[in-house]
C-alpha cells in the first residue's frame, strides 16, 4: 500500500510536531515543507525532503496527498487555507471558535470550487473536546456540560504578559479550580462564574530596576486577559523561567452531567480529560490522524470543508473495517 | 419537522429505558413495544402506544423509521437482529465482543439484501467506551490503552453467585483498583494482570442454615468469575440487599497513555470516565442518540451494518451542521 504523502506549511511549533508526527504514522510519509521564509533559511529534521516558498505550491501540487496547514489562526489561517484549499486536500487547526463559521463558509467554497476535501479546527478544542462536548449533548440532552482548561501554558496569555512595561519575559499557567471541577463531578450542575472555574498564574522575569508593583497591578487588572481571574503573579528570574518552564504542556476536562429516569432520579456523569506534555505535539499528533480521513473523503470525492463531526470515526484508522471490530469494538 | 418514529423490542430494563430516553429526546416518539410474551400481559408506561407481538411485527413494518432491540446478547439478539433487519432499520446492543464479527455479518447480509440500515453493538462497551479507545489509539499510535470497569453491578457475576449453592440472592460488584488507575493515569505504561485490574466485592444473602464457609470457598474458586480475582464475600440479609443494593450503577474508565517528540520525550495522558447510576438508562440514551444517525443513513440509503466507529458524530444530533459548528466546536 502507498503511504499518505503528507505536505507541511509553516515549520514553527506545529509545523515540527507533524514532521514528528509522521514519524510514528507507518502509513504516512513527509513529502515536503513549505515556508514563506527564504526556503535556504529553514532546516527541517527529515534527511531529503525539499523546502518550498509558499508562493511557489502551485507547482507541487502533485506532490502531496494532504496539505497541512500549521501557522497561526490570527492572521495566517484565514487567508492561507482557503487559498490552499484551491490547490490540495487540506487539513488546519484554526482555533479563533467566534470565527469558525466565516472560515467554514470561506473554505468550503474553495474547496468546492475546486474539487477538493478539506478540513478546519481540528486539534483538541476545537477538536477532541468539540467532540466530546457533541457526544455528551446528544447522549444526555437533558444536561450541562463544562468545559475546564490546564494546568497548562497559554500562549496568548503568556504574549499579554510579555507586553507590559517593565517586563522582561513571562509564562503564564491557566489552572482549573479543584473545587470547581468536583462539583462539577459530583453531577450537582452548578452555575459557576469565570473567577470559578479557573485561575491564572504566572511568573514573571522583570526588567532590571522594574516597578514590580506596578507590573503586578498591570497584568491583574489587563482587560479580558486577567481582569475577571484571581491571578497570582510570581517574579523569578531568567534561569529560573528557562529551567522550570520550558514546556509547553496543557489539557483540560470537558464533563457533561445529565438525568434519567421517570423522576429524573438518576444521574450520569462523562468525564474526558487530557494531560498532554507538549500542546503542539498532541495537536499535531490529532492533525495527522485526521488528515487519514481528509484523504480517504478525497478518495471519495467527497469535496468541501469537513469538521471533526462529520469524520466517521473508522477513517481515523489505518485498520480496515474488519479489524476495528474485532480488537476495538 | 416529523419526528423519528421508534419501536421497542422487548420490555425488559432497556425496553423500559428506551421507553424514558425518548421522552427526553423531543424530535423522536414512541410508535410501539413489542414483546415475545402475551401482549395483553405488558403494561407500558407510555399511554396510547400498542403493545404487539413480536411475531406480528411483519404487519407493522411501516410503523417505525427505527426499531431498538432490547433483548438480551446471549439467545435474543443473535437471530432477532438479522431477522427483523428485514423488515425495519435497527439498532442492538449486542455486547458479547468475541462474537461481534459473526454478528456483524449476519445482520449486514439480511440489511443489506431487503435494503435496510442497521447497527450493531451500540452503548457504552461496546460503544462509547470502543470510540475512546479508537480515536486514542489514532492519535497517539506509539502507546497503549487500557479499560477498567466499575465500580458497578456485573449482570452476570451476580446471576453466577446467585446459581451457587446455598445462596438465596446476591449481587457483584467489579471494583478497579485505585493503584493501578493512577499507575496508568501517571503515563507509565504498566503492565497489569487481570487481578492486578480489579477487584470483585460481593453481597449475599445465605439461605437459611446454609454452610457460609462452603459458600464463600465456591464463589472464590468459581473458574472464569472469581478465579483470577481477588474476590471479597460479603454476607447480609435480604432486607439489607433491597435496601442497599437495588440500583443497577456502573462505570469504568478508557485510559490511553502514549509517547511524542524526537526522543520520545513527552508523554500524553487521555482519559475517558462513566460515572452511571443507571446502567440500563444511560445503555439506552446511547441507544436512542444513534437511533438518530440510522434514521439518517436510512434516508441516505446506506444500507447494511455499521457499528459506533462507522457513524459521523454530527449524525448523533439533532442541530444543523451550522448550529454545530457555531455552537459546540
Keep these: ?8 506549511v509553516g515549520y514553527g511549533n506545529l509545523g515540527k510536531g507533524v514532521e514528528l508526527a509522521i514519524r510514528k504514522n507507518p502509513d504516512t510519509a513527509l513529502s515536503f515543507v513549505a515556508t514563506r521564509r527564504s526556503p535556504d533559511s529553514v532546516k ?13 505550491l502551485k507547482n507541487h501540487t502533485d506532490e502531496a496527498d494532504v496539505v497541512i496547514l ?5 492572521t495566517d489561517l484565514p487567508h492561507q487555507t482557503p487559498e490552499l484549499a484551491k490547490l490540495f486536500h487540506v487539513v488546519d487547526s484554526f482555533d479563533t471558535h467566534a470565527r469558525i463559521p466565516e472560515h467554514f463558509a470561506a473554505v468550503d467554497a474553495a474547496a468546492k470550487e ?29 444536561g450541562k456540560d463544562y468545559t475546564f482548561w490546564g494546568k497548562g501554558v497559554s500562549q496568548g496569555h503568556s504574549d499579554a504578559i510579555r507586553r507590559v512595561k517593565g517586563v522582561k519575559n513571562g509564562k503564564q ?45 498591570d497584568i491583574k487588572t489587563m482587560p479580558n486577559y486577567f481582569d475577571e481571574y484571581d491571578t ?15 514546556g509547553i504542556p496543557h489539557g483540560g476536562f470537558v464533563i457533561r452531567s445529565g438525568k434519567t429516569g421517570a423522576n429524573d432520579e438518576h444521574t450520569h456523569v462523562i468525564e474526558y480529560s487530557l494531560k498532554l506534555d507538549s500542546n503542539p505535539e498532541f495537536t499535531t499528533s490529532v492533525l495527522v490522524a485526521f488528515a487519514r480521513a481528509i484523504k480517504r473523503f ?3 470525492k467527497s469535496f468541501g470543508c469537513k469538521t471533526v463531526f462529520d469524520i466517521p ?5 489505518p485498520l480496515s473495517g474488519e479489524d476495528l471490530r474485532a480488537h476495538l469494538l
Tied chains: 1, 2.
Aim: glycine share 8%.
Design 232 to 246: 497570582t503573579v510570581n517574579f523569578i528570574t531568567e534561569e529560573e523561567l528557562l529551567r522550570d518552564h520550558a
Design 114 to 142: 475546486t474539487g477538493h476535501a478539506a478540513m478546519i479546527s481540528v486539534g483538541w478544542d476545537p477538536g477532541m473536546f468539540s467532540l466530546a462536548r457533541l457526544y455528551g449533548n446528544c447522549i444526555l440532552p437533558d
Design 44 to 56: 527541517i529534521a527529515t534527511a531529503g525532503v525539499p523546502v518550498y516558498a509558499y508562493d511557489d
Design 173 to 217: 499557567y491557566t489552572c482549573p479550580v479543584p473545587e470547581a471541577l468536583e462539583a462539577v463531578r459530583s453531577g450537582a450542575q452548578p452555575e459557576l462564574t469565570t473567577r470559578q472555574k479557573h485561575t491564572r498564574l504566572c511568573y514573571v522575569v522583570p526588567e532590571e530596576g522594574a516597578d514590580l508593583a506596578q507590573i503586578e497591578h
Design 313 to 317: 470515526p473508522a477513517y481515523l484508522s
Design 70 to 74: 500549521c501557522g497561526g489562526s490570527a
Design 1 to 8: 500500500m502507498s503511504k499518505i504523502r503528507i505536505g507541511i
Design 298 to 300: 478525497a478518495d471519495e
